[in-house]
């Protein structure tokens, strides 16, 4: 079965330190991976993506993720967090054959807790 | 990006009553679109698929008589919550993609749905 999983249900930094929030999947085929966001009572907002090309992909509001097929890791990253940064962050594949229809597997959400 | 307007934000009914909730596409055709739910500080749960011109598909475990969809055009579908119940209350969120050469989904801002 494919699947995405978060394992932290939240992490705390401080701002101006860097954060990481972790994802891993499982999939077959190449997979299509993403990270939303999610403010209280909003919608998500798309981040980034890693579709092919380059593992480091680089996204909106300075995050950045890195694929890395051997560990099926797609972390998130930003060098500095801000408090505005405090969020819902949610990892998500799009599964293998649902075609460019938009389709999307979610993990469980990390809530980043920034710090002033 | 592109940009899904979702309405109403909040809405509160009585139970027994049945509740509308439409997902626009504003700047792009959309043949295909979702509907989530999501439960307090959990993941998004993917209820159905919403096809334009034809029938929905749902979700192993959702009644497709109480979560009724329409995709009448290639901007909008709609979400009916017949019947509603308490345990109905939750928050819904619609998602789709500009398709062809594009492969993320744009989501709307989400509907607070309250049953009392």
């Known amino acids: 079965a494919q699947s995405v999983a978060q394992p932290e249900d939240q992490v705390n930094v401080a701002e101006g330190n860097p954060l990481t929030v972790k994802c891993t999947y499982s999939v077959s085929g190449n997979p299509y991976l993403f990270w939303y966001v999610q403010y209280p009572n909003r919608g998500l907002q798309f981040l980034l993506k890693y579709i092919t090309g380059d593992n480091l992909v680089k996204g909106s509001y300075g995050f950045e993720a890195e694929f890395n097929k051997s560990q099926t890791s797609f972390h998130l990253k930003k060098p500095s967090a801000l408090v505005s940064d405090s969020a819902l962050y949610f990892c998500?594949?799009?599964?293998f054959g649902s075609g460019n229809t938009g389709k999307l597997i979610f993990g469980q959400g990390t809530t980043l807790q920034v710090k002033p | 990006g592109a940009v899904v307007s979702q309405h109403p934000s909040r809405v509160i009914c009585k139970s027994g009553t049945s509740v509308k909730i439409e997902c626009r596409s504003l700047?792009?055709?959309?043949?295909?679109m979702f509907w989530y739910r999501q439960f307090p500080k959990q993941s998004l749960m993917l209820m159905a698929t919403?096809?334009?011109?034809?029938?929905?598909?749902?979700e192993q475990g959702v009644e497709k008589d109480k979560f009724l969809i329409n995709h009448a055009s290639l901007t909008l579908s709609t979400l009916t919550v017949t019947s509603a119940h308490p345990e109905d209350s939750s928050f819904y969120i619609c998602s789709a993609s500009p398709g062809q050469g594009n492969t993320e989904a744009f989501f709307g801002q989400g509907t607070r749905l309250t049953v009392v």
């Open positions: 998500a594949v799009r599964p």
């Open positions: 919403s096809n334009e011109g034809s029938k929905a598909t749902y």
């Open positions: 700047d792009f055709q959309a043949t295909t």
